[in-house]
Nanobody, 120 residues
Framework: QVQLVESGGGLVQAGGSLRLSCAAS????????MAWFRQAPGKEREFVAR????????YYSDSAKGRFTISRDNAKNTVYLQMNSLRPDDTAVYYC?????????????WGQGTQVTVSS
C-alpha cells in the first residue's frame, strides 16, 4: 500500500511559477513510476507528466512540454512538478499517481489532489 499526499498548490498570477510536491509513504516508492495528472472544472482528468522509477526518463503532455519539469528524490520518497510560465488554463486540481508499469501504465495509487489557480 502506498499513500500519496500532494502539496504546494495555491494562487499565482499568469507567468508565475509553482512547485508541487507529492510525498509517498512506504519503503517501496522507488519501485513505482510516478505521474502527475490534473482536472479542471467540468473537464476530464488529463495526463501532465510522468517519470521512471529511477528518474532517468520523463515524458510530458504537449501542454506541459517546455514549461513543466517532473523530478523525484527517492531518498525523500517525493516526486515534484516544477511549473513555470503558468497560464490561466493551467488552473486545475493536480494529482500524483503511481504505476508499477512504464509501458501501458496502470495507476493504482492516487493522491487527494492540490488546487492550482492561475489568475490572468
Amino acid at each position: 500500500q502506498v499513500q500519496l499526499v500532494e502539496s504546494g498548490g495555491g494562487l499565482v498570477q499568469a507567468g508565475g511559477s509553482l512547485r508541487l510536491s507529492c510525498a509517498a509513504s512506504g519503503r517501496t516508492f522507488s519501485s513505482y513510476n510516478m505521474a502527475w495528472f490534473r482536472q479542471a472544472p467540468g473537464k476530464e482528468r488529463e495526463f501532465v507528466a510522468r517519470i521512471t522509477q529511477s528518474g532517468g526518463g520523463t515524458y510530458y503532455s504537449d501542454s506541459a512540454k517546455g514549461r513543466f519539469t517532473i523530478s523525484r528524490d527517492n531518498a525523500k520518497n517525493t516526486v515534484y512538478l516544477q511549473m513555470n510560465s503558468l497560464r490561466p488554463d493551467d488552473t486545475a486540481v493536480y494529482y500524483c499517481a503511481a504505476s508499477q508499469r512504464w509501458e501501458s501504465p496502470k495507476y493504482i495509487y492516487w493522491g487527494q489532489g492540490t488546487q492550482v489557480t492561475v489568475s490572468s
